[in-house]
C-alpha cells in the first residue's frame, strides 16, 4: 500500500510559505516608505527631483512579483489536491447536515448526532449533504472544509494519525442556531473504534 | 492656524480668486433658494456636499452596530443580546456598510464635486440625472429602514445567501429590494461619468491628460455599468423566489443554490473594485502633491487601473471554493486571483517611488495616505492566503476573511476617504482644520484599527468561523482585544468627525490651495463659484507638473506673500 500522505502538513507548509514572503514584502515597502517620509521631508530636501517613470525598473517590479504570485499558486494548488484524492481504503461516512446539527451514519447503518467517532491511522472519507439551507462543515485541526449543499452531494476527507478530540463547526451561515452547530471528532485506536461501532445505540 | 504650512505657493495678489462668489451663494438653478437650492440643485458640487451628509450618517449608524457586534463578541455566552439580535446586525452593519457607505462614499461625493474641476468643466454630462442618482440613494435609505420595522430586520448576512434568505421569515424583501435601488442610483453616476470623460474634458486635454483620480473613477464607472445588473438581476430572482417560489434555486424543483452564490459574486467581486479603485485614485492625488513630484509611472497606474477592472470582473468564483464547485473551476479561479494581485502591487510600488527623491511635507491627509499604503498592503497580501486553494479551505468563512476584507475596505478605501476628506476640505469649504488634533485622530483610528483586526487574523486561522454569536472559550482572548480595538478606532473616528465639523468655528479661512497641488481642481478659488473657474482653466501638458508650483514656492516672500 502507498504511503498516505497527510495534507495537513502540505497546507501548513503553503501557509507558512505565502504568509513569510508576504511579511518580507510588507516590511521592506514599509521600511523604505519610512525611510522615504524621514530623508526627503522638505526642511532637508527643499527642491525635489522630477522622475516620471523608469520603464526597466516597473518591468522589474511587474515581473518579480508576477513570478512570486504564480509560484504561491502553484503551492496553494497542490496542498488543495491533497484535500481532494481521497486514498483507496477510505472509511465512508454519510454526513446530513440540518438547522442546527450534524448527523453521521456508518456503513453497517448506525448513526450519531453531534458525535463522529473514527479510527487512528485509516483516512476517513465524510459524503456530505444538506437536508434544509446550506451549511458548512469545518475541522481546523484537519484543515477541512466544504459546504453542506441540498441536492448536491460534496466530500472531504482527513487522515487522523493520533487519538483525540478535536471540534467541528458549520460555517455557513444558517440562522439562530448557527453558532451552536458544532459536533465532536473523536481520535480512537482501531480497537475501541470496533467496540464502539458494536455498541448498542446510545 | 498660521504659519502651519510653510512656503505656501499662493498668488494672494490676484483678487481675482479672493473675489469671487462661492457656488454656495449661487443657487443652481437661480430661481431655488433656501433648502431648495440644495433638494432640487443639479449642481455636481451641492449634490456631492449632499451626499456627503447622507453617507456620514450611515457610516456612523454601522459603526455603532459594529461596535455592539464587538461588544457582544467580547466574552463567551450572551453578553448584550440574543443571537437573533445579533444576526440582524451583523446583517445591517454589513448592508450598510457596503451598501450605503464603502460603494458610494469616493465617487459619490468627491467624485461628483471634483471629477468636472478636474476636466475644466463646469458639471457632469447629466446633471438631472446626477441629481436623480441622490434621491435613488436615499429612497434606499428610506426603504431599508422600513425594512427594520414590519417583520423585523433581515438575518441573511449582507450575501443573502438561498436558500436561507428565502425561507427565513424576516424581512429580506425589503432590504433587497433597497439593495436594487441603490444599485440604479450607482449605475446612473457610473453611466454620467463615463459619458462626462468622454464629452466634457477640456479644449486640449487628452486621455493620457487626465488626473488619475478621474481615471480611477473612469475605470471604476464601467464596472458600475456593467456589473450592476447582474446583481439587481440576482436581487430580483430573490424576490420571485420568496413571492411566488419560481423554484430557480431550489433543488426540490431543479433548481441550484450555488447558482445563486456564482450570480451574486459576479457582481459582488467587481463590487469590491468599485470599491477600492476610487481610493487608489485618491492616494494617487496626495502623495505627489505633498512630495512636490510627479507621480512616478502614469501610465503603468492608469493601466493597472483599467487591468484591476476587466481581471477583477473575472475572479468571482474565489469565494466559492467550498461551495462544491469543479476542481477545474477552484484551478481557474484561484489562478485568475492571483493576475489580479499584480496590478495592485505595480500601484503600491508606484507611490512608494513616487516619494523618492521628492520634497515630503508632512500633513494629515499624507499621513493618512501613508497608513492607507501600510494598511492596504496586508489587506492585499493576506488576500493571497485566500487566494490559494488549499489555505483558503482552512480560513474561508471564518475571522481571517472578516480582518482581510476589513484590512482592504476600511483599511483601504475607509482610510483613501478619510485622507480625501482632509485633502478636499478646504476646496470644499475653505477651511482648514487643527492639524495636531488630526495627527491624534488619525494615530488612534490606526492603531485601534491594528488592535481590533490582528487578532481576527489568528483567530481564523486557529478555526474561528465567522458570524458566530456565541464561540468555543478558546477563541475568548482574541475577541476580546478585538474589542477594545474597536473602541479605540471609534474613538478616533469620532474625534477626526469633530475636529473637522470644528473647523467651521474655529478654522483658518483659505481662499485658495494650501497644498500647492498641479491638478485644474486647485487652480480655482476655495470654494470654488459656481461655474468652477474664475478665468478659463489652462490644461497642463502633463497632470503633474510641479514645476509651476515649485517656482511659486521659491518666490521671495513679500512678492507673492503666504497667508500667514
Known sequence: MDKIINPVEQIDAAFLY???????????????M?????????????????????????IVWTVIPTIIALS?????????AGLRNVPKNALEIETIAQMYSWIFVYPDGKETEDEIVVPTGRPIRLNITSDDVIHGLFIPAFRIKVDA?????????????????????????????????????????????????????? | MPGLIENLPTNSGDNKLENTISFYKTPSPARFTGIGAWLLTTDHKRIGLMYMAAIIFWFVVAIILGILIRTELMSVG??????????????????????????????????????????????????????????????????????????????????????????????????????FILGMSSMLTGLNFITTLHRMRMKGMGWMQIPLFSWSLYATAWVQLLATPVLSITLLLIIFERLFGSGMFDPNKGGDPVLYQHLFWMYSHPAVYIMILPG???????????????????????????????????????????????????????????????????????????MYRGSILMTPPLFLSLCFIYLFSIGGLTGLVLGAAGTNIQVHDTHFVVAHFHFVMFGGTGFAFFAALHFWWPKFFGRLYHFKTAYVAATLTTMGFMLHYIPMFVLGMQGMPRRYYDYLSQFETGNFFAGIGAYIMAAGIFLMFINLALSFKNGEKISQDPWGGSTLEWQSPCPPPLHNFVAPPTAPGYPYDFKAVIQ??????????GPS
Open chain 1, 149 to 202: 449543499v441540498p441536492g448536491v452531494n460534496t466530500y472531504a476527507w482527513f487522515y487522523p494519525e493520533k487519538p483525540g478530540r478535536f471540534f467541528v463547526q458549520c460555517t455557513e451561515f444558517c440562522g439562530v442556531g448557527h453558532a451552536d452547530m458544532t459536533a465532536i471528532l473523536r481520535v480512537v485506536p482501531p480497537e475501541e473504534f470496533q467496540k464502539w461501532l458494536e455498541q448498542e445505540e446510545y
Open chain 1, 72 to 80: 504561491m499558486f502553484w503551492v496553494g494548488w497542490s496542498s488543495y
Open chain 2, 552 to 561: 511659486k514656492a521659491n518666490e521671495p516672500k513679500g512678492t507673492g506673500g
Open chain 2, 280 to 354: 487608489m485614485g485618491v492616494i494617487s492625488e496626495i502623495i505627489p502633491v505633498f512630495s512636490r513630484k510627479s507621480i512616478f509611472g502614469y501610465k503603468a497606474i492608469v493601466l493597472s487601473s483599467m487591468a484591476i477592472a476587466v481581471a477583477g470582473s473575472l475572479v468571482w468564483a474565489h469565494h466559492m471554493f467550498t461551495s462544491g464547485m469543479s476542481d477545474v473551476a477552484v484551478f481557474v479561479f484561484s489562478f485568475l486571483t492571483f493576475v489580479v494581485a499584480i496590478p495592485s502591487a505595480i500601484k503600491v510600488f508606484s507611490w512608494v517611488s513616487t
Open chain 1, 18 to 32: 505565502i504568509i513569510g514572503i508576504s511579511l518580507v514584502l510588507l516590511t521592506l515597502i514599509t521600511i523604505t
Open chain 2, 78 to 179: 450572551t453578553t448584550l443580546m440574543e443571537a437573533e439580535t445579533y444576526n440582524a446586525l451583523f446583517t445591517l452593519h454589513g448592508v450598510i456598510m457596503i451598501f450605503f457607505f464603502v460603494i458610494p462614499a469616493i465617487p459619490a461625493i468627491f467624485g461628483n464635486f471634483l471629477l468636472p474641476m478636474q476636466i475644466g468643466t463646469d458639471d457632469v454630462f447629466f446633471p438631472k440625472l446626477n441629481l436623480l442618482s441622490w434621491y435613488l440613494y436615499m429612497l434606499g435609505g428610506v426603504l431599508a429602514i422600513f425594512s427594520l420595522f414590519a417583520d423585523g430586520p433581515p438575518d441573511t448576512g449582507w450575501t443573502f445567501y438561498v436558500p436561507f434568505s428565502v425561507s427565513t421569515h424576516t424581512n429580506v424583501g425589503l432590504t433587497v429590494t433597497a439593495a
Open chain 1, 34 to 58: 519610512i525611510w522615504f517620509v524621514i530623508k526627503y521631508r522638505r526642511s532637508k530636501h527643499p527642491v525635489p527631483a522630477d522622475i516620471r517613470d523608469n520603464w526597466k525598473l516597473e
